[in-house]
Each structure stands twice: as structure tokens, then as C-alpha cells.
């Protein structure tokens, strides 16, 4: 389980510079960006915050999103 502090203070690194960045945290598993809509993946409790991940998944509908997130490659 990802710390809910660590949740609190995480933004989109897409968005962050020019907006809020704000994530939701989706199915215990996934981060969405309320602002692009760029999805990141929590694998084995690490939020993935890399722009080329969350860019994999910014086309994919939240009701499509594996869970859990196939492991990083």
C-alpha cells in the first residue's frame, strides 16, 4: 500500500509546471492526472512518475486499465 502522505504530495511531472497536476488514485493502482488525463501505474507499491509511462496509458479509458498494472519491462 503506497503511503497516503506520498499520495497527498504527488503531482502529474507532465502538468506540474504549468498546472496543478492533481492525481486521483484509481483502484489502488493507478494515478490519474485530473488535468491530462495521463495514467501512471503503482507497481509492487512504487507510483511510476515517468512522463513516457503515464503517455502508455493517456488513450486508455479508466474502466480499461489492467489492475494490477503489468510489471515495468
Known amino acids: 500500500m503506497v503511503n497516503k502522505d506520498l499520495l497527498e504530495m504527488l503531482r502529474c511531472p507532465h502538468c506540474v509546471q ?39 496509458w493517456a488513450g486508455t479509458k479508466r474502466d480499461d486499465l489492467p489492475v494490477p498494472p503489468p510489471p515495468m519491462a
Open 18 to 56: 504549468e498546472k496543478e497536476g492533481l492525481l486521483d488514485f484509481y483502484r489502488e493502482c493507478w494515478l490519474i492526472c485530473q488535468d491530462c488525463d495521463r495514467k501512471y501505474p503503482i507497481v509492487d507499491d512504487i507510483p511510476v512518475m515517468l512522463i513516457d509511462e503515464g503517455d502508455k
